[in-house]
């Protein structure tokens, strides 16, 4: 498969790497240490990323300052408007660490679908924002990518914006008795009927489970094509 500006893409692997230098790339330049990374990703996900070094900024609540869910939310709040003004939604910030390296997630979504260009066009546009937010003292990774085939619901906005959708819902221990059929296990497939601030509710067969949401370690969407 063939990328912007003619560029292979491979599952995970394609990367330019520079130190202390300039990197131009889909007409991007910057001036730090970059690793800038195209994929089309084993979990059909586009991103593009780079390394952004990190600042130390005094003004951050010293309470949120090395929470790494603090600095996701302070990142979204501050980049969500100018995403929703692109015609994009801001599907999810997370900041995360992967092995000895830190990520700045950030996922895109729109009814056409993701293209490279638009992570592009995400990254150029949020890139000066959270600059401005400055909320990272380490060094990290930004990415900017879609959100694949198969997504983390997490929100509220997740939940209702996927009701509809065939779903796994996974357990932190496995289902009571109460639960019939279904007890003894710590995964469900089926569609996603509803929530509310306590509770999911799936449709499994002939039958509708809900079951409390502090009881569910993870809910994704699943890829029925």
């Given at each position: 498969?063939?990328?912007?500006?003619?560029?292979?893409?491979?599952?995970?692997?394609?990367?330019?790497?520079?130190?202390?230098?300039?990197?131009?790339?889909?007409?991007?330049?910057?001036?730090?240490?970059?690793?800038?990374?195209?994929?089309?990703?084993?979990?059909?996900?586009?991103?593009?990323?780079?390394?952004?070094?990190?600042?130390?900024?005094?003004?951050?609540?010293?309470?949120?300052?090395?929470?790494?869910?603090?600095?996701?939310?302070?990142?979204?709040?501050?980049?969500?408007?100018?995403?929703?003004?692109?015609?994009?939604?801001?599907?999810?910030?997370?900041?995360?660490?992967?092995?000895?390296?830190?990520?700045?997630?950030?996922?895109?979504?729109?009814?056409?679908?993701?293209?490279?260009?638009?992570c592009e066009a995400v990254t150029r546009a949020v890139d000066p924002i959270i600059d401005s937010v400055d909320p990272i003292e380490q060094n990290y990774?930004?990415?900017?990518?879609?959100?694949?085939?198969?997504?983390?619901?997490?929100?509220?906005?997740?939940?209702?914006?996927?009701?509809?959708?065939?779903?796994?819902?996974?357990?932190?221990?496995?289902?009571?008795?109460?639960?019939?059929?279904?007890?003894?296990?710590?995964?469900?497939?089926?569609?996603?009927?509803?929530?509310?601030?306590?509770?999911?509710?799936?449709?499994?067969?002939?039958?509708?489970?809900?079951?409390?949401?502090?009881?569910?370690?993870?809910?994704?969407?699943?890829?029925?094509?």
């Open positions: 498969m063939i990328g912007s500006g003619g560029l292979p893409l491979k599952p995970s692997l394609f990367f330019v790497k520079i130190k202390k230098g300039i990197a131009f790339y889909f007409g991007l330049c910057y001036n730090t240490n970059v690793r800038k990374m195209l994929t089309e990703r084993e979990d059909e996900r586009l991103s593009l990323s780079f390394e952004r070094k990190g600042k130390k900024v005094a003004q951050l609540n010293p309470e949120k300052k090395n929470k790494r869910s603090g600095v996701a939310s302070l990142i979204k709040d501050a980049i969500e408007p100018t995403v929703i003004s692109m015609g994009y939604i801001l599907w999810d910030v997370e900041f995360v660490k992967e092995g000895s390296e830190l990520d700045l997630v950030i996922s895109i979504d729109r009814e056409e679908g993701i293209s490279l260009d638009d990774y930004l990415e900017v990518s879609s959100t694949g085939s198969e997504r983390v619901l997490r929100t509220d906005f997740h939940l209702e914006y996927c009701r509809g959708w065939m779903v796994s819902v996974s357990f932190f221990a496995p289902l009571g008795e109460e639960f019939g059929d279904y007890a003894g296990q710590k995964q469900l497939k089926g569609v996603l009927l509803s929530h509310d601030k306590d509770c999911v509710s799936v449709a499994v067969g002939d039958s509708q489970i809900t079951v409390l949401r502090s009881s569910i370690a993870k809910i994704k969407t699943l890829d029925v094509e």
